[in-house]
Structure formats: C-alpha cells, structure tokens
C-alpha cells in the first residue's frame, strides 16, 4: 500500500516544515558581548576593588575540584600499593597536600563570606539609584509613551535581578574554567572517556539552550501582561483605592483578571516545557547510559591492569563534576541570556538622551513669552495648542479659563518645558527656550497641579520642606506655610506635631487621617514654602472648600505680590483678579483682556461667568 505511506511521509515533512518555518519566525532577543561587558562593568562600579578578589577565588574555587579528584584517586592507589609494599610515605604526602588544600579553601571560604555580605545589596542599590536618576532626567514626551512603558518594566525587572545575572556571569565563567579543567583531569585518563561523556552531553546541552532562547522570547512578548497584573496588583493594595474597589464588589473580579494576566504571562512557557519533555527526557537518558558505559570501561581497564585502581573513583568523581558543570553551565547561560535581555533595555534606557538644556541662566523673576504656539500630542494628529500668543511680564497675573480638554494643563506643560512646540517659539527673558539652562529656569518655578502628592511615607513636616530641600528645614518658616494654607492647627492634632509621618502604614501614632482637601492644602504650604518667582496653579483648590480657597488666595495674593503668577481656575471669584486672563477653546485663544475688558466683550467669558454669578446666588 504505496499510497498511504507516502502521505504518511509527506505529512510528517509538513509538520517538520512548519515548525521549522515557526521557529525562523521566533524573533530571539539577541544577547551581545558588549551588555555582558556592561552588566560586567557595573558589577566592578558597584562593588569596588572587593570584585578582584571575588574573581581570583572564583577561578580558584572552579579548578579545584577536578585537582582533588585527580589526588584523591591517588591516595587510594597510594593505600592499595601501601597494603603490598607497607611504605607510608606516598600517602602521607597526598594527605598532607589534601589537607593543605582544605586549609585553603577554608581561609579562603571565609574571607568570601565575609566579603560578600553587602555585594548583591551594593549591586542592587547601585542599579537602583542609577535607574531613578536617569528617569526623572527623561523627558515626559518619551515617559508617557507606551513603548517607553513596556521597556522601563523591563529595567526594573533589570534592576531587581542585577545581582543574579552579575552571578549568573560569574557562573558561566567558573563553569567553563572548571569543565576545561576536568576534561583536561579526565584526559590525563582515557581521551576515549572524554570523547565519548563530551559527545553524550551534546544533545541535552542543544535543547536547554533552545528552550531557554524559547523563554526569552516569552518574556518579552508578554511584558504587557505582566504590567497590567502589576498594576491590578497595586490598585488593590493602594487604600486610596480600597474603599471604592470594596463598595463597587470589585474585589473578586480584579483578582480575577490579575490572575488571568499571570497565566497569559506564563502559557506559551508551559506549552513549550511539554514540547521539549520527551527530548529532554532522551538526552539526559543517552547522558547516564553514556556515564555507565564509561565506568565499565575503566573497571575493565583497572582488571586488565592498564589503569590504577585509584583511578576508578577519579572517573566516578569527575563524571559527576563533569555532569554538574555543564547542566551548571547551561543553566547559568539560560539565566544570563533571560536577564541579560532587559540588560539591553538597561543600556537604552541610561543612553535615552536627556532634557536638552542651554547655557544661559535664569535668575529673578523670568519673562516668558509664547510665540504662535502650537502643540499636537505624540501620535495625535489634534492640535491641543493652536497658534497661541502671550506674554506673561515679570510680576504679572495671567488666568487661563476654559472647559475641560481646551489645553490648559497642555500649556502649563509646554511652559515647563515638558514638551516641545511642534510650532513656534516659547521665548524666556527673550531668549528661545532652547537655549535656556534649565535647571536654572526651573528653580524659578514652582507648580500646583490637581494630582498634587501625598508623601505618605515622610513627616508633616518633610511634606512642606519638599517644596525646597535646597533650603534649611525651618520649622517656623513650615509652620508659616501651614499657617497660610489654611493648616495652622495641623501640627497641635499630632502628639508629634510636625514630626509625625503622614501613614498609619508606616507609623502606628498616626491617628488622625487628613482629607483630600487637607492634603491638597498640604501641598498649597509646599509651595508657600518654595516660594517661586512663578507659581503655577493648575486647580490647585478642586477639593478645598469655597471658605478656605478664599483664605488661601488672599495668602496667595500677598505672597506673590511682585511675582509671577499663572492660575487656571474655574472659580471666577479667583480667576477675576488676575491681571490677564486668555480664554482657550479647543487649544485656541478666542479671548483675552482683563475681567472688565472680557465683560464688555459679552463673549464666552461674560457668559460663563454670568453662568456660575448665578449658581451661586
Ligand atoms: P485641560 O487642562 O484644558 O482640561 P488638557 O491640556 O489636559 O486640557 O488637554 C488638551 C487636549 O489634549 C485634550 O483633548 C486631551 O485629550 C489631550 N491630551 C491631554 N494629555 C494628553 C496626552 N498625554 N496624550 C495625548 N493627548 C492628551
């Protein structure tokens, strides 16, 4: 029967084809030489001149297994001759070169404990300080795509797995330094022993390295499922969010979906495991027959009396050594090559260009002035600023108004230098922003914005000082900004007054939870504290109430008197007395002038301001 036989064949041919096909298709993340050198070059910055030691008992402690196994099998032939010839000297030399060997190793075991007690700490904390100086350098135009997203999980993946993959380096090296030594001790033995064992661990070594390339490229592929367990992850643990997640019965489901998220993350590992079970269950199987057929041959050689008999247990040890080193070598070049693959993301990320900054300083109260300014989110063919124009005096009050998505918060962003116009210039003191020394034009600034911060983990105190660490922790000045916001009691509710950390979660004496008005005002005396030749405030008040938004704008007034200051607000009582005032529709101005001028004009001010005179009434 020629018929089936052949499609039988053909099938199979296909089937081999189209995994063949699907595995050209598998992009394997690349690793290089060179973020192994990198990854080797933080290791060396992070731990200091204690890495040459760790590298010379490394190597040491790599050659000196297959070295005892080669003596050891020694002493025993020494023992056996000494049975015939009673001489004792032979094998009290080998003990004593054994026992100098384990002095050795203990001196040195002991130093290397001592010594690495802080290492993967330093290495760790190294890692992290460099990834969280670097982000904050990154300009938020690259920062909030999702791309950036993706890899910045990468290289904090990096960051918590430096240490292993430092260690996963060092592995391999001793691996190989410690393979070449017992096959180079083996073949001081038999050469056949060598072939054949190195031959026999081919096989298993290609499909750990094939399912290692195929989990790699898992976790890569599947980086947004892990992010968006994480997230799930930390919405749920986030109290700000409990009470809601609780009250909504949203608890189950979100687990639900974290959970679902992990298992997406994991699948294709687990069904490429079981394609390789049977492979690898052959490979390691022709590995032990290989190892028996071995010892059989030195039993037979040791009978025939071509080799000692010392030698059997020499075989026996180095076989096992032999084993270890290279399932030790693979795994170690696994783990290297999965971690080794965020290391590339690691180096992006610490060569993504930082803020581009000039030259020229800025000191005092700067003048910023927008020239036909336009603005369209990255991959966002909308204009969110269209041709605007303005000129913000030192000393001057400018009010943006608008209705929600008109591009006022865009503006505020463009101003601080978070974007770039994708037209026209923004000028300071005359001078294009480009060529500003931005650090210095940022110290003259100082913002509100409604997603003010809550440094939970840190003092009442600390929560006003972080408007300006530059400056001396004062604690009347501190107590003076509470006192402006509308927080002058705040300090007197705690046994700790200005001392007490703002979270029951880190400190068990906080008793007394502000809310969400409390700490925005907190944030409002952060930036009294600051003090900026321009404030910037961005609905600074959404969740304080009308009486202490009067307070507080009074106190704002006084003490900006002779600044700087931009305000968007929909609260006309506030917005009314700002010298200049732009009305944006659409990321356009439609109108601008002072509160009188805009009145006369009976446009879309006058109206809206007419509107909510009479919700209040
Ligand atoms: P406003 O502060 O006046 O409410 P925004 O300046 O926040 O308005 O937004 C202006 C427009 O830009 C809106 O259409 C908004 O959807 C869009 N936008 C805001 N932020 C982003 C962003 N990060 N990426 C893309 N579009 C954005």
């Given at each position: 029967?020629?018929?089936?036989?052949?499609?039988?064949?053909?099938?199979?041919?296909?089937?081999?084809?189209?995994?063949?096909?699907?595995?050209?298709?598998?992009?394997y993340?690349?690793?290089?030489?060179?973020?192994?050198?990198?990854?080797?070059?933080?290791?060396?910055?992070?731990?200091?001149?204690k890495?040459?030691?760790?590298?010379?008992?490394?190597?040491?402690?790599?050659?000196v297994?297959?070295?005892?196994?080669?003596?050891?099998?020694?002493?025993?032939?020494?023992?056996?001759?000494?049975?015939?010839?009673?001489?004792?000297?032979?094998?009290?030399?080998?003990?004593?070169i054994?026992?100098?060997?384990?002095?050795?190793?203990?001196?040195?075991?002991?130093?290397?404990?001592?010594?690495?007690?802080?290492?993967?700490?330093?290495v760790?904390?190294?890692?992290?300080?460099?990834?969280?100086?670097?982000?904050?350098?990154?300009?938020?135009?690259?920062?909030?795509?999702?791309?950036?997203?993706?890899?910045?999980?990468?290289?904090?993946?990096?960051?918590?797995?430096?240490t292993y993959?430092?260690?996963?380096?060092?592995?391999?090296?001793t691996?190989?330094?410690?393979l070449?030594?017992?096959?180079?001790?083996?073949?001081?033995?038999?050469?056949?022993?060598?072939?054949?064992?190195?031959?026999?661990?081919?096989?298993?070594?290609?499909?750990?390295?094939?399912?290692a390339?195929?989990?790699?490229?898992?976790?890569?592929?599947?980086?947004?499922?892990?992010?968006?367990?994480?997230?799930i992850?930390?919405?749920?643990?986030?109290?700000?969010n409990?009470l809601?997640?609780?009250?909504?019965?949203?608890?189950?489901?979100?687990?639900?979906?974290?959970?679902?998220?992990?298992?997406?993350?994991?699948?294709?590992?687990?069904?490429?495991?079981?394609?390789?079970?049977?492979?690898?269950?052959?490979?390691?199987?022709?590995?032990?027959?290989?190892?028996?057929?071995?010892?059989?041959?030195?039993?037979?050689?040791?009978?025939?009396?071509?080799?000692?008999?010392?030698?059997?247990?020499?075989?026996?040890?180095?076989?096992?050594?032999?084993?270890?080193?290279v399932?030790?070598?693979?795994?170690?070049?696994?783990t290297?090559?999965?971690?080794?693959?965020?290391?590339?993301?690691?180096?992006?990320?610490?060569?993504?260009p930082?803020?581009a900054?000039?030259d020229?300083?800025?000191?005092?109260i700067?003048?910023?002035?927008?020239?036909?300014?336009?603005?369209?989110?990255?991959?966002?063919?909308?204009?969110?600023?269209?041709?605007?124009?303005?000129?913000?005096n030192?000393?001057d009050?400018?009010?943006i108004?608008?209705?929600?998505?008109?591009?006022?918060?865009?503006?505020?962003?463009?101003?601080?230098?978070?974007?770039?116009?994708?037209?026209?210039?923004?000028?300071?003191?005359?001078?294009?922003?480009?060529?500003?020394?931005?650090?210095?034009?940022?110290?003259?600034?100082?913002?509100?914005?409604?997603?003010?911060?809550?440094?939970?983990?840190?003092?009442?105190?600390?929560?006003?000082?972080?408007?300006?660490?530059?400056?001396?922790?004062?604690?009347?000045?501190?107590?003076?900004?509470?006192?402006?916001?509308?927080?002058?009691?705040?300090?007197?509710?705690?046994?700790?007054?200005?001392?007490?950390?703002?979270?029951?979660?880190?400190?068990?004496?906080?008793?007394?939870?502000?809310?969400?008005?409390?700490?925005?005002?907190?944030?409002?005396?952060?930036?009294?504290?600051?003090?900026?030749?321009?404030?910037?405030?961005?609905e600074?008040?959404?969740?304080?109430?009308?009486?202490?938004?009067?307070?507080?704008?009074?106190?704002?007034?006084?003490?900006?008197?002779?600044?700087?200051?931009?305000?968007?607000?929909?609260?006309?009582?506030?917005?009314?007395?700002?010298e200049?005032?732009?009305?944006?529709?659409?990321?356009?101005i439609?109108?601008s002038?002072?509160?009188?001028?805009?009145?006369?004009?009976?446009?879309?001010y006058?109206?809206?301001?007419?509107?909510?005179?009479?919700?209040?009434?």
């Open positions: 029967m020629p018929e089936p036989a052949r499609s039988r064949k053909t099938d199979r041919e296909k089937r081999r084809n189209s995994r063949r096909a699907e595995h050209r298709k598998l992009n993340p690349r690793i290089s030489l060179k973020s192994i050198l990198y990854v080797t070059r933080i290791y060396r910055k992070a731990v200091g001149p890495s040459i030691f760790f590298v010379v008992y490394r190597v040491y402690n790599s050659v297994p297959a070295v005892t196994a080669v003596i050891a099998g020694a002493a025993v032939t020494s023992i056996s001759n000494g049975i015939v010839t009673h001489d004792f000297v032979p094998f009290i030399v080998i003990a004593i054994l026992l100098g060997i384990e002095i050795v190793n203990l001196v040195l075991g002991t130093i290397n404990n001592f010594l690495s007690i802080t290492t993967n700490q330093d760790f904390i190294y890692v992290s300080e460099q990834i969280a100086t670097k982000y904050i350098r990154i300009p938020l135009k690259i920062r909030e795509s999702r791309e950036f997203a993706d890899k910045f999980e990468r290289v904090r993946d990096f960051g918590g797995s430096i993959v430092s260690n996963s380096i060092v592995n391999v090296v691996s190989v330094i410690s070449v030594s017992v096959v180079i001790a083996t073949l001081t033995i038999s050469p056949i022993v060598t072939l054949v064992v190195l031959v026999a661990s081919v096989p298993s070594s290609i499909l750990s390295l094939r399912l390339a195929m989990q790699r490229r898992n976790w890569r592929e599947f980086t947004r499922d892990r992010r968006i367990a994480w997230a992850e930390q919405k749920m643990v986030n109290s700000n409990a809601e997640i609780e009250m909504n019965g949203l608890s189950s489901h979100l687990v639900r979906q974290m959970i679902k998220a992990r298992r997406r993350s994991q699948e294709q590992d687990i069904i490429d495991e079981r394609r390789f079970l049977w492979p690898r269950f052959g490979a390691n199987g022709l590995e032990t027959a290989a190892s028996y057929g071995v010892l059989i041959f030195v039993a037979i050689e040791i009978i025939l009396e071509k080799l000692d008999i010392g030698q059997f247990l020499t075989v026996r040890t180095l076989l096992g050594q032999l084993n270890s080193n399932s030790s070598l693979f795994n170690s070049i696994s290297v090559n999965e971690n080794l693959v965020n290391a590339t993301d690691y180096m992006e990320f610490m060569e993504t930082a803020n900054s000039g020229i300083k800025v000191s005092g700067p003048k910023i002035e927008f020239r036909n300014v336009s603005f369209s989110y990255p991959n966002s063919s909308v204009k969110a600023i269209d041709n605007v124009s303005f000129t913000l030192p000393g009050s400018l009010a108004v608008g209705e929600n998505g008109a591009g006022k918060t865009t503006l505020i962003k463009l101003l601080i230098g978070a974007y770039e116009p994708s037209d026209g210039v923004i000028l300071i003191n005359d001078q294009p922003f480009s060529r500003i020394d931005r650090e210095s034009y940022l110290a003259q600034l100082g913002a509100l914005f409604q997603d003010y911060a809550r440094y939970e983990f840190a003092t009442l105190g600390e929560n006003v000082w972080f408007g300006d660490v530059s400056k001396g922790f004062d604690r009347e000045e501190i107590q003076k900004a509470l006192h402006d916001a509308d927080l002058g009691d705040l300090a007197s509710k705690y046994e700790k007054g200005l001392n007490q950390v703002m979270s029951k979660d880190f400190d068990e004496k906080y008793t007394t939870d502000l809310s969400g008005g409390q700490w925005q005002r907190l944030s409002i005396a952060r930036a009294f504290f600051r003090s900026p030749n321009v404030l910037l405030l961005d600074p008040t959404a969740a304080v109430d009308a009486k202490s938004e009067y307070e507080i704008f009074k106190n704002i007034i006084k003490k900006q008197q002779g600044k700087s200051t931009i305000i968007i607000s929909h609260r006309f009582s506030t917005v009314r007395k700002a200049q005032i732009i009305v944006l529709d659409q990321g356009r439609t109108e002038g002072t509160h009188e001028e805009l009145l006369a004009q009976n446009g879309t006058a109206e809206m301001f007419k509107l909510q005179a009479e919700g209040y009434n």
